[in-house]
């Protein structure tokens, strides 16, 4: 289990917001900077111009949606391109002011390829510290293409996402954990990010200026902050498995941390089997958490775990090695 993204003075990765489109996901967002100021991180948005699509020109019965009116237009290579530009800087106007809010620093990028090419070369440039954050939801029957690209993109150390019914970024933190060898990386994961709170709405807009789009969308978006560990929303851990002497092991040895290191506010056991694959998506909606964070072999050594949780989760995921 590793969590991890290299600092801004590093130069060695930052969180890489992937976007097709033009609009990201608000909880996406919100997650994606959360994960920058944990790791005191950079964040760099990486708009993809999907090859794909200039690829499908020639084919009559192929037509564009422009995301900004939904007006339909023939798929022909400069109208998308110019569509593309527009929402290319308009995301990169809007998330350089809303990370300059949160303090975090923000570098814009775009590229033409295929969004697994893409991702690949932007994590190799600067790696191997990278968090790849998905800016659009994912739907459950996605989860197979999003954990190859735990595969394919080699210089990353997680992938966070949101699901369909992604509504909440506050709450606590919940790490799920199947193996006592994961208990020393869950308590530092569960140091860094700590338990996740919303700051104050953004003041007022200063005398004599108009309120920009980005002052509109912080006051949607809170900028995310960290609480101290032990709080009333602090991290919880949801030791999973199928068998209880096992899970109990888990239990034992989070409860043995040391006073000075992160502490776990609630330890929650959740037994897995085939027959009940929306056991632990259950586990997950009954403490509301505001991100969940799991190796992937975790959510996908039983059949159905990964596609019930994203399914029903309200809350970002965090899907680590």
């Not at 994606?32 to 020639?58: G, K, P, V, W």
């Not at 996402?161 to 509504?167: C, F, I, N, S, T």
């Not at 208990?183 to 920009?212: C, E, F, I, N």
């Not at 056991?279 to 019930?308: F, K, M, N, Q």
């Amino acid at each position: 289990m590793m969590a991890h993204v290299a600092q801004a003075d590093e130069a060695r990765g930052r969180v890489v917001l992937a976007v097709r489109r033009g609009r990201v996901h608000p909880i996406a967002l919100r997650a994606s900077l959360l994960m920058a100021q944990a790791y005191h991180a950079e964040i760099e948005s990486l708009f993809i111009e999907d090859t794909a699509l200039f690829e499908a020109r020639d084919h009559a019965f192929v037509s564009v949606c422009d995301t900004r009116g939904g007006a339909r237009m023939a798929l022909v290579t400069q109208p998308l391109t110019q569509v593309m530009r527009h929402d290319a800087r308009a995301l990169e106007r809007d998330l350089g002011a809303l990370a300059g809010l949160a303090g975090v620093r923000y570098r814009p990028g775009r590229t033409r390829a295929r969004p697994q090419v893409a991702l690949v070369e932007a994590c190799a440039t600067q790696g191997p510290w990278n968090l790849v954050a998905l800016g659009e939801a994912v739907g459950a029957a996605s989860t197979d293409q999003v954990v190859a690209l735990l595969d394919e993109v080699p210089d990353t150390t997680g992938v966070l996402m949101v699901g369909p019914l992604a509504k909440r970024a506050t709450g606590p933190l919940v790490v799920v954990l199947d193996d006592v060898t994961q208990v020393q990386a869950a308590l530092r994961l569960a140091d860094a990010v700590g338990a996740l709170t919303s700051a104050p709405r953004s003041g007022p807009v200063p005398p004599g200026r108009k309120a920009s789009r980005a002052d509109r969308r912080s006051a949607d978006v809170d900028t995310p902050t960290l609480t101290p560990n032990g709080a009333p929303n602090g991290p919880i851990a949801i030791v999973t498995g199928t068998d209880a002497d096992a899970i109990g092991e888990i239990e034992g040895q989070l409860r043995l941390a040391p006073e000075d290191t992160a502490r776990f506010a609630r330890i929650t056991p959740c037994v897995l089997t085939a027959f009940a694959p929306g056991a632990l998506a259950e586990c997950v909606r009954r403490v509301r958490p505001g991100l969940v964070a799991a190796r992937a072999p975790t959510l996908t050594s039983t059949p159905g775990v990964l596609r019930a949780l994203l399914a029903s989760l309200e809350a970002p995921l965090l899907l680590m090695r």
